[in-house]
């Protein structure tokens, strides 16, 4: 994972989303045209090749999810076009201090992301559960950086990370105390709702003090806010289902890049040191430039070859498996490919042998399900060969109730020469 500019126009990356159900919701007047996400994407799409942006857009009939980069006179042009489009409307961005909070702009340029996409989705983050939409968005209170710092460092609360495995391994947030927040080896957001049912016994822990004292208050966050918008409210409904109480649970407004913003401007005027961030090592981002983070705050994390410390981003080379790793710069210019384990390089070796492309989970790979689920509900190993044995067993073994369930997928074509695309 590399950045170069390219371009010579620097510029910012803009990150930011909006739910229309939540808070400030979106105007009455506005619920028809909602309601078709093709006219949303339509005006991303005009107004981002207007300004020479480039990035990814995906807008759903419930809201937007926006990653854009260009130069700096663009992205003016850019802001100043949303704030007046009917998506923006009862945001309140018209001064500069909300609008920085809102688009959370970072350094960087319109080479970050080879190009522009903007598509319509059903959903804007997918969480892994079909029409998810929480009970209550009120149910979940967002903090400002500044006071989720304070409760942080201060209050006996439960630090929750909501990203997958390898953003948390180049940084997180502590508490007051130095314990790091909970980070799930989750591989993606799909995941998450299963690891907050395999994992409510951690997440009701009570406070220290007394045996019959409260639950600890939750503080959730992940990259800009968006992950914890669905994920801390399943989180919250589930953990109320199971307790039978309610359990407090806040979000960091805008994320780990909402909470940099703050911190370096708490450093800038002299109010604090990096040493006093809270979050530590680098916030991993989805684009070019890896991760983001606060000057002066060290890496976390260590190189996945040489062991120096890092937070330099490279991928597993092994065709299939592609995990992201921690690589510093003199190891990345070694000339050798990085493999995320041994296994995973004797899998490389048996695939260009047999010339065969079915990936089987590697070892670390195993280690890593295991760990999130236990021996019993893990994934299984998966050998050669393993995809025919399945279709196998499931021809002999096939019963008549699951044939009537079964979806069928009928395609009409215009002639008997195109029959073999019949599904």
């Known amino acids: 994972i590399s950045y ?75 802001i100043d076009a949303c704030i007046h489009h009917w998506s923006f409307a009862a945001l309140d961005l018209g001064i500069k201090e909300k609008q920085d909070s809102f688009f959370k702009p970072t350094p960087g340029c319109r080479c970050c992301f080879p190009s522009l996409s903007v598509r319509t989705t059903s959903e804007i983050t997918p969480l892994g ?55 799930p080896a989750v591989r993606r957001f799909g995941q998450w709702p299963r690891w907050v049912k395999e994992h409510r016994d951690v997440l009701l822990e009570r406070a220290e003090e007394e045996e019959d004292s409260k639950q600890k208050p939750i503080l959730s966050y992940c990259t800009g806010g968006i992950r914890c918008e669905k994920g801390s409210r399943w989180m919250e409904e589930s953990l109320r289902s199971t307790s039978g109480k309610e359990t407090t649970i806040h979000t960091l407004d805008g994320g780990i890049a909402n909470y940099i913003s703050w911190m370096e401007e708490e450093i800038k005027v002299g109010r604090m040191e990096p040493e006093d961030s809270l979050f530590k090592g680098q916030n991993y981002v989805f684009d070019a430039r890896g991760s983001l983070g606060i000057e002066g705050v060290e890496p976390v994390s260590k190189c ?27 190891c990345n210019g070694s000339g050798k490919d990085v493999r995320c384990c041994e296994d995973c390089l004797s899998l490389y070796k048996e695939e260009v042998t047999q010339d065969n492309k079915q990936k089987r989970m590697c070892k670390c790979e195993q280690a890593r399900e295991k760990g999130l689920w236990g021996d019993e509900k893990a994934k299984q190993v998966k050998s050669q060969g393993w995809k025919k044995e399945k279709m196998k067993l499931a021809h002999t073994n096939v019963r008549f109730e699951t044939v009537q369930k079964a979806k069928i997928k009928v395609k ?8 073999n695309e019949i599904n």
């Open 129 to 183: 559960v079909t029409n998810y939409s929480p009970s209550s968005w009120s149910n979940i209170v967002p903090l400002p950086p500044a006071e989720f710092h304070r409760m942080a460092k201060e209050e006996d609360v439960k630090l929750v990370d909501v990203r997958n495995h390898y953003e948390s391994r180049i940084g997180f947030f502590v508490d007051g105390k130095g314990r790091e927040a909970i980070k």
């Open 412 to 419: 009409v074509v215009e002639s008997v020469e195109t029959h």
């Open 4 to 78: 170069t500019c390219i371009c010579g126009q620097p510029g910012s990356v803009l990150l930011f989303y909006r739910y229309f159900a939540n808070d400030p919701q979106l105007p009455e007047e506005h619920f028809e045209e909602a309601q078709d996400p093709q006219i949303q994407a339509d005006f991303q799409k005009k107004i981002c090749e207007a300004n020479g942006l480039t990035g990814k857009t995906r807008v759903s009939r419930e809201g937007f999810n926006v990653t854009v980069a260009g130069s700096h006179a663009a992205i003016e042009k850019y």
């Open 304 to 330: 996945h070859v040489c062991g120096k410390k890092s937070a330099r981003l490279g991928k597993c080379a092994t065709d299939g498996c592609h995990l992201v790793l921690v690589v510093c710069e003199g």
